[in-house]
C-alpha cells in the first residue's frame, strides 16, 4: 500500500510542478491507452467468439468420417486413439443424452486426450476434466450454466444423470452476464460416455471425429487411428478433410481488428514522440536540480532511474484512469462504435506493459541530456 501511495504522492507532486507539460502529456497517453484497450477487448472478443462458434477449438483440425462394415464395440472404437500422439486430442461429433430422464437431448462434447492442457472454455465454477479422468473412464461431467438447475446434491456431492448413468459435476461452463452456446452443452469424458448414446451412435455404421493436433501430428495420429480400426475391422475406411471451422484464431482476430490496432499504433507512437518532446523541454527546466544532486555525488544512474520513476508513475496512473474510463463507458454500453469494451486481465497487463516500455522509451532522451549536465554549469545557472 506504501507503494501505491508513493507512486500517487509522485503522480501529484509533477503536476504541481510541471502543470502544463505534464497535463500534455497525459492527455495523448490516456487516448492512445484507452484506444489500445479498447481494441484488445475487440480483440479478446472476436476471438471468444470464434472458440465458442467451434466448441473450443482454436486450432487447425481435421474432420474424420469412420466408416464401418460390421458391429464393432463402442469401447473398442475408443482403444483405437491409444495411440495418438501427446499433443493431440479426438473428439466426437453428433452425439447426445438426456438428463434426469426428460425426453429433451442435450449435445455432448466428448475428448479424449493423454495430456492436461488449458481449457479454452469459460469455466464458471470448479474446473475442466483431465487426463488421468478421461484413461480411467470415471464418469465426471463439466455442464453449461443452464443445466446447473438440473443437478442434485447426493452425500454432499454435486451430481446429474446422464442416460441412466449418474456422473460427477466438476465444473459449470458459461458467462455470468450473458448467454453462451454452451449453456446447455455436457462436457464428459470420452471414455464415459453413457450407453444408450453409444447404442445410438453406431446405429448408421458410421463415426464423425474431429482431429486437434497442438504440435502438427495430424498425419500420423489419422494413420494410427486407421490402423487401429482396421484390426477391429479389415474393411472400415477413414476419409479425412480439414475442418471448414478450423481457424488460427490470432491470425483471424488480428485481421478483423486491422484498423483499430493501426489507428491504436499509430496514436501510440504519436504520444510517445510527444511525451520525448516534452521530457526534452522538462530537462531543460530541472538542469539545476540535475546539477546539485551530481554534486551531492547522486550518479547518473540513480538520476536515470529516478527520472524513469517518475515517469512511469505518470504512465501508470494515467493507463489505469484510462481503464476506469473504459469500464465506466461499459457500464451504459457494450460497444462502441462496434467495438467491445468489456475488460479482462489481458487489458491490465497491456496497459501495465505499455506504461513501463513508454516510460523505458521516453526516458531515453532526458537520461542522455541528464548525463551531460555539469554540476559546475547548474550551478553557474
Known amino acids: 500500500m506504501e507503494i501505491y501511495m508513493n507512486i500517487i504522492r509522485l503522480f501529484i507532486k509533477q ?35 470464434i472458440i465458442e462458434k467451434n466448441n473450443g477449438i482454436y486450432k487447425d483440425s481435421l474432420n474424420i468420417n469412420v466408416s464401418l462394415s460390421k458391429g ?27 438428463v434426469n430422464n426428460k425426453s429433451t437431448q442435450y449435445e455432448i462434447v466428448a475428448e479424449y486426450s493423454k495430456s492436461d492442457e488449458i481449457s479454452n472454455f469459460p469455466i464458471m465454477k470448479g474446473r475442466y476434466y483431465n487426463s488421468r479422468e478421461i484413461l480411467n473412464k470415471e464418469k465426471v461431467a463439466v455442464i453449461g450454466k443452464q443445466l446447473e438447475s438440473s443437478s442434485y446434491k447426493n452425500n454432499g456431492i454435486q451430481k446429474i444423470k446422464l442416460g441412466n448413468e449418474e456422473y460427477k459435476v466438476i465444473g459449470v461452463i458459461g458467462h455470468n452476464l ?14 464415459s460416455i453413457p450407453d444408450n448414446s453409444k447404442i445410438d451412435y ?7 471425429l474431429l482431429l486437434i493436433s497442438e504440435n502438427g ?72 536540480e540535475i546539477g546539485i544532486k551530481k554534486s551531492f555525488g547522486i550518479t547518473d544512474f540513480q538520476i536515470s532511474v529516478t527520472l524513469f520513476i517518475e515517469f512511469m508513475s505518470i504512465t501508470l496512473i494515467t493507463a489505469l484512469l ?43 532522451v532526458p537520461s542522455i541530456k541528464a548525463i551531460k549536465v555539469s554540476p559546475i554549469e547548474a550551478l553557474n545557472m
Open 217 to 288: 501430428m495430424e498425419a500420423s495420429d489419422l494413420k494410427s487411428i486407421d490402423n487401429n480400426l482396421k484390426k477391429l475391422d479389415p474393411d472400415s475406411s477413414t476419409k479425412a478433410s480439414r475442418a471448414e471451422e478450423s481457424k488460427n484464431v490470432l491470425l483471424d482476430t488480428i485481421g478483423s481488428n486491422d484498423q483499430i490496432l493501426k489507428i491504436a499504433g499509430l496514436i501510440l507512437i504519436f504520444s510517445i514522440v510527444n511525451m520525448i518532446s516534452i521530457s526534452s523541454f522538462w530537462i531543460n527546466e530541472r538542469k539545476q
Open 72 to 98: 464393432i464395440k463402442f469401447d473398442d472404437f475408443i482403444d483405437s486413439f491409444n495411440n495418438i500422439s501427446n499433443k493431440s486430442k479426438v473428439r466426437i461429433n453428433n452425439i447426445s443424452t438426456y
Open 178 to 191: 450473458k448467454s453462451s452456446a454452451w449453456d446447455k452443452t455436457i462436457f464428459i469424458p470420452i471414455t
Open 202 to 208: 453406431f446405429k448408421m455404421r458410421s463415426s464423425d
Open 322 to 364: 484510462s481503464l476506469s474510463f473504459q469500464f465506466i463507458l461499459s457500464l451504459f454500453t457494450e460497444n462502441i462504435f462496434g467495438c467491445h469494451l468489456a475488460l479482462s486481465i489481458p487489458n491490465f497487463i497491456s496497459a501495465i506493459l505499455i506504461s513501463i516500455s513508454s516510460a523505458l522509451v521516453t526516458v531515453i
Open 15 to 49: 503536476i504541481k510542478a510541471h502543470p502544463v507539460t505534464v497535463m500534455f502529456f497525459i492527455i495523448g497517453f490516456f487516448i492512445s491507452t484507452l484506444i489500445i484497450s479498447i481494441g484488445l477487448s475487440n480483440i479478446i472478443n472476436v476471438r471468444n467468439s
